[in-house]
């Protein structure tokens, strides 16, 4: 255990950010999963809106810092691709 005053800030503060990045990466993830069970799904009009709301999600974890600009652009051009490729 840490007994210099920084040191136990550090650690209460990393917790915190370990917290937010948790429940930002939570959030991606679930949007994620209903653009695909759209596609499951096969609701064309599901997964747009799905999409949008997926896209939204990623740019948000991209500005508070938790994802890299590049993990997030990859993520939504799949996505992207795989409503496109619906019939």
């Given at each position: ?47 747009q ?39």
């Open positions: 255990m840490a007994n210099i005053k920084s040191a136990k800030k550090r650690i209460l503060v990393a917790e915190k950010r370990a917290a937010r990045n948790k429940s930002i990466r939570s959030k991606v993830k679930t949007a994620v999963k209903k653009v695909d069970a759209a596609i499951a799904a096969n609701d064309k009009a599901a997964a809106a799905a999409l949008k709301g997926a896209t939204s999600e990623l740019a948000k974890a991209v500005t508070k810092g938790v994802y890299h600009k590049n993990t997030s652009s990859r993520k939504i051009s799949r996505l992207n691709h795989a409503v496109s490729k619906m019939s």
